[in-house]
């Protein structure tokens, strides 16, 4: 199966899959799951929301090994990032997507490459775009909204291991049980890849670039009574990065006035760990229903530069920061039924952070030995840090008017408080109109307000040096301010046989636009602002499924522009910003043409089932640069074209039970996409080649 479009008020009309059981107790907890699981699953009003079920994350090259990142690219208006790793833009925005799992919210990591959750533990995936109601707000660009197979009880547990080019390797496990009314979900996953940060350089081979991952998920549900259960779910992750190296990089300085050094030695890492954890209550009844839920998450990014010396010779400093942030918070979201006609939901969200950056600094201070400065070894601690507050109140009626017509109308307000103070009433209007059990339309409007990522704010530091090869301070660099947004979005889709056709389209006015940059040589990101901004797309798509055949084919044409740098000037140099002036320019991230597709085919055969997949992604090119002559974010990278094709023999005939063994296929090609001179990147980056991979999951 693949990607559904659905424009319908409930993000999912199907249940979970309940265990056959002759037990009494099994059956009376049978009965209250189906009231609950409904009752969990989050309602929403207008936009576009795609459907991807568990035969769909499966029925796809590479399965669940996949990742998140290909999941999500095969939705519309959805491409990659200026990364080869989870990161993705959606609308061609980025760092602005909202993940839940069972209708919670799961909190931010400081990693640029995705969740902290493995697409894994989902037993379906909805993914919303357009204007929202009320009830989401502060990451507004998309919401992807998680189920885990939590609900079900009948046990199962696999191990995978999957690998192959680029030294990848993939070793995973998962355990679904039941222990009485306890309910219990647990995962573990291990990844090594050479080339997942980025490719310095166009040949096959990346000099210095691996990753290892290790993540871990945990979910279990306690029922109280027929109608309310204790949930609790925790996610850890921690990533060691290899930054890469590029060849033939030109010394500028000589530290201790050596003038070799070879840029292949380098030896620059970085570490990233999340750990969250949220205790949740939920109650369901005829006419409320209430979720709570308080979490906790702590986060930290170390980069370690190389402290030999080499790092000088090329770049003039060598900067080893830590950055680390403490939240704590949670959730609050109730629903009254009035009547028949009106369903009123209200709630609030509340979180607290402590962010705090530190640094060594050694830098470069100018004498002479030629034409090179020398290094005299000068460091400079620095330790910075702010507490950051959000709130958030909302209130929203969806108003069944008629069988075939929904209202649905309600207001947020949004408080930031962190070096500033902002905060925002948001109106928000969603229509969806359903003439016939085949035609859905929907007519929307939301007022927008994005904070910058808390997580991110203390990364203004590494640039607060004078008379080095850092010249400039600027005590305002944690002011950044919150993006405020008019948005609007109207659609359709109609069902022709097992054809799904949607149309979709929207319109995005910013003020203080967000955008985000990479510290140098490190993969931690900081928020500017820009003065202005707008989005604008279109977007197409198909979805078929018959039988054992499915099928889809996206297509976008949008773009996102902006003009003058607000916030967070020192990280550019003079040239960009007068080069940008007060015009109009396309943000780093930004292209024109989105294309994804793919398709699916179930065989039995004498094993099992023989599985055949395929799909695509093809964007036409981010943003390049020409700053010289005067053309800021002006030209485009090559378009990208990527193939993937996948083979799973399934070997038995019992659901879920089954050994499956896989081999996929991935056809790309070398070229850039991104330069140091582009507004909002600060690194060459060339994409990954054809890679080969095959795997195996056992159940026991």
Known sequence: MVPAIAHSEVISATTAALPNSAKPAANEIVVTVKRLDPARRMKLSGGRVIHIDRSALESRPGGRDAGFK????????????????????????????????????????????????????????????????????????????????????????????YGGSNNYLRTSATVIDAIGDLNVFLSGTYI??????????????????????????????????????LMALGGSETVQYRIPDSLGQVIDFAPNGQTLFDSTGLNQQQSNQTHFATLAYQYSGDVWNLLVAPFVRYARAHYAPDISGTRLSFAGQGIDFVQSSLAWGGQVEASWRFDDSHEISFGSYFSQERVTGSSVNRIVSYGSNGNLPIALTSLYPVRLGTTVTTWSVYAQDRWQIAETLTFNYGLRYDHFSAQISQSQFSPRINIVWEPSDTITTHLGYARNFTPPPPELLGGGIVAAFRNTVEPFINATAFRVLPERQHSFDIGASKTVGGLTIGLDGYVKLAKDLLDFQMIGETLIETPFNYAKGYNWGVELSLAYGKGPFSGYFNLARGQQKARRVTTNSSLFDSI????????????????????SGGNSFDVGDHFGTLNLSFNFDYGSGQTANTPLEGNANGRTYPSYLQFNFGLAQELGHKPKRNPVVRLDMTIDDNYPIRNSSVLGQSQITYRSRVAMFAGLRVPF
Not at 88 to 111: A, C, K, V
Not at 114 to 140: P, Y
Not at 576 to 595: M, V
């Open 70 to 161: 290909r999941m999500l690219l095969q939705t519309p208006g959805v491409t990659k990032g200026a990364d080869n790793g989870d990161g993705i833009t959606m609308r061609n925005e980025h760092l602005d997507i909202q993940y839940r799992l069972n209708g919670i919210i799961i909190p931010e990591s400081f990693s640029a490459y995705g969740t902290l959750v493995d697409d894994r533990i989902a037993e379906t995936v909805d993914m919303v775009t357009g204007a929202q109601s009320a009830k989401l707000g502060l990451r507004t660009s998309g919401l992807v909204a998680l189920e885990t197979a939590a609900g079900k009880f009948e046990p199962e547990a696999d191990i995978s291991v």
């Open 576 to 595: 960009q910003l007068a080069d940008i002036g007060d015009r109009y320019i396309f943000t780093d991230h930004s292209q024109k043409w989105a294309i």
């Open 192 to 229: 090594h890849e050479g080339g997942l940060v980025y490719a310095s350089t166009a040949g096959k081979d990346i000099i210095h670039d691996t990753t290892d991952q290790w993540r871990g998920f945990g979910y279990a549900s306690y029922q109280l009574t027929d109608s309310s259960r």
